[in-house]
T-cell receptor, first 110, second 117 residues
Framework: TQLLEQSPQFLSIQEGENLTVYCNSSSVFSSLQWYRQEPGEGPVLLVTVVTGGEVKKLKRLTFQFGDARKDSSLHITAAQPGDTGLYLCAGTRGADGLTFGKGTHLIIQP | EAGVAQSPRYKIIEKRQSVAFWCNPISGHATLYWYQQILGQGPKLLIQFQNNGVVDDSQLPKDRFSAERLKGVDSTLKIQPAKLEDSAVYLC???????????????FGPGTRLTVT
């Protein structure tokens, strides 16, 4: 059973379009993180959200943590080819290691 | 600041052989993690160290996998004997925080891609 479900699994869109990817769970997490991973590299942290309902912006990326701290979304405005990659959400319940979702493979076509 | 170092970057072995991976975390990071990432999936935690002690190894297949962090700095992960299903990328990560404090950022190394034939 996958604790964190990410959707969609694959997404290919044109440059300039907007998109949203989702991370859902039936479990409550004390914090949730979003990572971006490129081929041949380890994941790189984009953001950590802690408070239910929290919204964080990182340039064209907007991250939201659900009120019940069970789900999160990542919205990208005016996507660019450099946004291409594997986007992973990961939750933690205290000092445990991260529990990752399977990721969303995003391709932005020029 | 130097990142998390891992070696080798690639390894190809035959099933039933042994293999070892090495990780050197960021200086001063107390916590070290080993993850297994199978193609098309997110990383799965294998083991977490706090200094040189094991915090969580509940998902480590202990009949064939072992890991140590003897001096609380670098770490090795060993597989003996390897199976076909062990083909994956093995990621090492480290974080500054000590057990009991969260949230915290984990910094990942580039990983070791293992192919078992």
């Amino acid at each position: 059973t996958q604790l964190l479900e990410q959707s969609p699994q694959f997404l290919s869109i044109q440059e300039g379009e907007n998109l949203t990817v989702y991370c859902n769970s039936s479990s409550v997490f004390s914090s949730l993180q979003w990572y971006r991973q490129e081929p041949g590299e380890g994941p790189v942290l984009l953001v950590t959200v802690v408070t239910g309902g929290e919204v964080k912006k990182l340039k064209r990326l907007t991250f939201q943590f659900g009120d019940a701290r069970k789900d999160s979304s990542l919205h990208i405005t005016a996507a660019q080819p450099g946004d291409t990659g594997l986007y992973l959400c990961a939750g933690t319940r205290g000092a445990d290691g991260l529990t990752f979702g399977k990721g969303t493979h995003l391709i932005i076509q020029p | 600041e130097a990142g998390v170092a891992q070696s080798p970057r690639y390894k190809i072995i035959e099933k039933r052989q042994s293999v070892a991976f090495w990780c050197n975390p960021i200086s001063g990071h107390a916590t070290l993690y080993w993850y297994q990432q199978i193609l098309g999936q997110g990383p799965k935690l294998l083991i977490q160290f706090q200094n040189n002690g094991v915090v969580d190894d509940s998902q480590l297949p202990k009949d064939r996998f072992s890991a140590e962090r003897l001096k609380g700095v670098d770490s090795t992960l060993k597989i003996q004997p390897a199976k076909l299903e062990d083909s994956a990328v093995y990621l090492c990560a480290s974080s500054f925080s000590t057990s009991g404090s969260a949230p915290y950022e984990q910094y990942f190394g580039p990983g070791t891609r293992l192919t078992v034939t």
